[in-house]
T-cell receptor, first 113, second 115 residues
Framework: DQQVKQNSPSLSVQEGRISILNCDYT??????FLWYKKYPAEGPTFLIS?????DKNEDGRFTVFLNKSAKHLSLHIVPSQPGDSAVYFC????????????FGTGTSLTVIP | DTEVTQTPKHLVMGMTNKKSLKCEQH?????MYWYKQKAKKPPELMFV???????INESVPSRFSPECPNSSLLNLHLHALQPEDSALYLC??????????????FGEGSWLTVV
């Protein structure tokens, strides 16, 4: 059973515009959420995270929003750059399960120059 | 640059071979992981070591044998693999923490092809 879902397998955005990647989860015990970026033939790189006590976390061009009532989070990239083209995975964990991380299926972002 | 280092980056092995994947981290993390990833799929957890002891084995076939010689090293021994085991094998590490905010960091992966 997929506890973390990314329903959009792909997304294309023009350079300079906003990219919005979405993620939904089903387990209300999740209290920490992470986004990873993955280039082909490389391991996932940690991008940004948010704990459940917050609803927004910002780091440069990347902002993650968390809506606990909807069990939904999103990653905003502004402005989008061609180098952002990659697969983005969201992940979730719970302090109850410690070192278990649950990953979404990924969204492939293409930023068009 | 990732602080989790995996070797080799690419490995081709026959179904009767014995080989090993190696992973090293120097972040002082006491939890280390092996994940398997196929194209267009999320990372799939295989094993978790906490304080050098195996804490999670996600029903992985015995042809995969993990080993954690010390707090910085993690190995994955491979024997009698099948072609369907061909994938990207990812090592990762994190704190062993029950607190919120525990982040997992991945290595660049080892591409395994079984012929």
């Amino acid at each position: 059973d997929q506890q973390v879902k990314q329903n959009s397998p792909s997304l294309s955005v023009q350079e300079g515009r906003i990219s919005i990647l979405n993620c939904d989860y089903t387990n209300s015990m999740f209290d920490y959420f992470l986004w990873y970026k993955k280039y082909p033939a490389e391991g996932p790189t940690f991008l940004i995270s948010i704990s459940s006590i917050k609803d927004k976390n910002e780091d440069g061009r990347f902002t993650v929003f968390l809506n606990k009532s909807a069990k939904h989070l999103s990653l905003h990239i502004v402005p989008s750059q061609p180098g952002d083209s990659a697969v983005y995975f969201c992940a979730a964990s719970s302090t109850l399960t410690g070192n278990q991380f649950y990953f979404g299926t990924g969204t492939s972002l293409t930023v068009i120059p | 640059d990732t602080e989790v280092t995996q070797t080799p980056k690419h490995l081709v092995m026959g179904m009767t071979n014995k080989k090993s994947l190696k992973c090293e981290q120097h972040m002082g993390h006491r939890a280390m992981y092996w994940y398997k990833q196929k194209a267009k799929k999320p990372p799939e957890l295989m094993f978790v070591y906490s304080y050098e002891k195996l804490s999670i084995n996600e029903s992985v076939p015995s042809r995969f044998s993990p080993e954690c010689p010390n707090s910085s090293l993690l190995n994955l021994h491979l024997h009698a693999l099948q072609p369907e085991d061909s994938a990207l094998y990812l090592c990762a590490s994190s704190q062993v923490s029950q607190a919120v905010g525990n982040t997992i960091y991945f290595g660049e992966g080892s591409w395994l092809t079984v012929v």
